[in-house]
Antibody
């Protein structure tokens, strides 16, 4: 049974870069046909897909965020990471890491990231 | 971008009764649709994928139907633990993957 654990700072200053890491346990991040993604949820609102990565390094980004996103994978550590640059208050949200073949059947617990000075 | 529209926004149903939630896509997503349940303070949980296949461990009272642009999630006999927010998600077009805005299922 896969488990995902996301980690990173809960407070980021405006204009800085948000960085989160997701550690996968109970299985390999290199499993065939699984994609590893980031989804966010502003307080009281719905879910927004940020982007996904395959273990080979192929990435898929939400066009609305593409200019600010970098998602990377480290298969040696069974981890994948998110960087979101030039953050504003609108980026305040719970950030989830998740994995699955196209949909998401494994989720991390979520990290609340607040953008504030 | 494929826009997913869920209705109603809020659904009030009594325990033991049936709940029917709808999800409409702005263009065909074939059967590439998933449903999730989210309770307060928790991550979403996958219920249904491929429009009608229950995920591992999901009770049989949850069922999904539909294809193309119209989808339905039915909960046949509501239990207390089923009151939550439900989201649909299309994965037919990855750029971007999109979710519906959610339906809140509340106790009547």
């Amino acid at each position: 049974q896969l488990q995902l654990q996301d980690s990173g700072p809960g407070l980021v200053k405006p204009s800085e870069t948000l960085s989160l890491t997701c550690t996968v346990s109970g299985g390999s991040i290199s499993r065939t046909s699984y994609y590893w993604g980031w989804i966010r949820q502003p307080p009281g609102k719905g879910l927004e897909w940020i982007g996904s990565i395959y273990y080979s390094g192929t990435t898929y980004y939400n066009p609305s965020l593409k200019s600010r996103i970098t998602i990377s994978v480290d298969t040696s550590k069974n981890q994948f990471s998110l960087k979101l640059s030039s953050v504003t208050a609108a980026d305040t949200a719970v950030y989830y890491c998740a994995g699955g073949p196209n949909f998401f059947d494994y989720w991390g617990q979520g990290t609340l990231v607040t953008v504030s000075s | 971008e494929i826009v997913m529209t869920q209705s109603p926004a809020t659904l009030s149903v009594s325990p033991g009764e049936r709940a029917t939630l709808s999800c409409r896509a702005s263009q065909s997503v074939s059967s590439n649709l998933a449903w999730y349940q989210q309770k307060p303070g928790q991550a979403p949980r996958l219920l249904i994928y491929g429009a009608s296949t229950r995920a591992t461990g999901i009770p049989a009272r949850f069922s999904g139907t539909g294809s193309g642009t119209e989808f339905t999630l039915t909960i046949s006999s509501l239990q207390s633990e089923d009151f939550a927010v439900y989201y649909c998600q299309q994965y037919n077009n990855w750029l971007p993957i999109t979710f519906g805005q959610g339906t809140r299922l509340e106790i009547k």
